[in-house]
């Protein structure tokens, strides 16, 4: 049941994904759009600081075996909560002006229109995401794993330094989105590009011989230092690549393509090769992951330009 639950949950975010991201990018003024979409990336970050925060408490009040046996349902229990509140405020929510407008007139949108019409759009979302998405999980979620199992700290000192890291990430989002209205989306992602490529094996490599939770930290926050030029503008890129009527199917079916083989077996490849005895390959993949990307970011055009989003 857990597991259908969560297969449920991430289908679920998956396909909310694209239509987040082009809401956001619809309802922002033109100069505003990186500034604007950015916020997706903070509600979301802000959502995993709220889950640590949970974490942090439940191991504060709960013994060892109580969280195994079931202190763990409690945040599902204020996810519950949560969701049948945004549920009400969604039901309250306007359309856009640019889907009213083409709804009648516009194509209808599917798959094979995707594929038919904007073939390379879709395959360059797919080549942004790839690099990105993996380094977001491995930089927030496997990372709290990786400080327990290779550099030795205690759960709770993992969870903390997770929890200082992340809300100074989020802190970033706004700062590189309105960079972006500023010098263009392209910059960004290729500082990306080249830092996640250059800094990602030293910055593993060096977390797992520190026992300093502040040097830990500092690390841990360079590395997402290095993706925020990816994460805070990645879903207005992906957004301006497409017209009104398939926009937000052209961001989420390549997006989820990406993110479930990139992004969702991260984790699952990093304890693999650990077990394997490999643990260090996993940070070279990443590594090469970004390099590809990089070579998506240089040779695709600033998306910033464009007009309203029509």
Request: contains cysteine; glycine residues 8%.
């Amino acid at each position: 049941l857990l597991l259908l639950a969560r297969l449920l949950q991430g289908l679920s975010i998956g396909g909310e994904y694209g239509a987040s991201a082009t809401y956001l990018a619809e309802m922002a003024s033109k100069g505003r759009r990186g500034l604007i979409s950015s916020y997706q990336y903070v509600t979301l970050i802000g959502g995993q600081l709220v889950a640590l925060s949970v974490q942090l408490a439940l191991q504060a009040l709960l013994s060892e075996d109580q969280m195994e046996q079931w202190g763990w349902r409690i945040p599902f229990v204020i996810g519950a909560v949560l969701a049948f509140m945004v549920y009400i405020l969604r039901r309250r929510m306007d359309e856009t002006a640019a889907f009213t407008a083409t709804k009648a007139a516009a194509p209808r949108s599917s798959g094979m229109e995707l594929i038919r019409s904007h073939p390379r759009a879709a395959l360059l979302v797919i080549a942004l995401t790839a690099g990105g998405t993996l380094a977001f999980y491995a930089y927030t979620t496997y990372m709290q794993k990786y400080l327990v199992n290779s550099a030795g700290f205690e759960r709770p000192e993992a969870t903390l330094i997770m929890t200082a890291a992340l809300a100074v990430f989020m802190l970033l989002q706004p700062v590189f989105g309105h960079l972006s209205d500023r010098i263009g989306r392209r910059p960004l992602l290729i500082s990306f590009g080249i830092s996640g490529t250059l800094f990602t094996v030293p910055l593993f490599l060096a977390i797992a011989q520190t026992q300093s939770q502040w040097q830990a930290f500092v690390l841990v926050l360079a590395g997402l230092l290095c993706i925020s030029g990816y994460t805070s503008i990645n879903a207005i890129v992906k957004a301006e690549l497409f017209p009104a009527h398939i926009r937000a199917l052209g961001v989420a079916l390549p997006y989820a393509i990406a993110n479930s083989v990139f992004g969702g077996s991260a984790e699952y490849v990093a304890l693999w090769l650990k077990d394997a005895g490999h643990e260090s390959t996993f940070f070279w993949y990443v590594s090469g992951m970004c390099a590809l990307s990089l070579v998506a970011y240089l040779r695709m055009r600033e998306t910033a330009m464009h007009g309203e989003m029509k």
